[in-house]
């Protein structure tokens, strides 16, 4: 059974940073790129971050390049989001997910997801 487990999210004043961290069992986590999400209320889930199967490549939101760092440990089999200058609107649920081949910014292509972590920033 595939469990993907999310820690780290909380609140924060603006400015100030958080490191959210996925934890995965269940699955040959190398064999999969990885992702975060997020969903503030009201709103549809939309696309932070995802690193490959090898870390070789990235990819960010325009809205948190040069603030965010997603990075992954194949032996420790966790994925970690590095999140600085953090700004009210990053208000959200993250998730990070799972993906078998390749990275992707749609959700619809991600089979294993977590249960979320709220991170809240105050102004």
């Known amino acids: 059974q595939v469990q993907l487990v999310e820690s780290g999210g909380g609140l924060v004043q603006a400015g100030g940073s958080l490191r959210l961290s996925c934890a995965a069992s269940?699955?040959?986590?190398?064999?999969?790129?990885m992702a975060w999400f997020r969903q503030a209320p009201g709103k549809e889930r939309e696309f932070v971050a995802a690193?490959?199967?090898?870390?070789?490549?990235?990819d960010y939101a325009d809205s948190v390049k040069g603030r965010f760092i997603i990075s992954r440990d194949n032996v420790k089999k966790t994925a970690t989001l590095q999140m600085n200058s953090l700004k009210p609107e990053d208000t959200s649920v993250y998730y990070c997910?799972?993906?078998?081949?390749?990275?992707?910014?749609?959700?619809?292509?991600?089979?294993?997801w977590g249960q979320g972590t709220q991170v809240t920033v105050s102004s």
């Open positions: 997910a799972a993906h078998p081949f390749g990275i992707s910014r749609l959700n619809t292509e991600y089979p294993h």
């Open positions: 269940g699955l040959a986590f190398s064999n999969y790129a």
């Open positions: 690193i490959s199967r090898s870390s070789s490549l990235t």
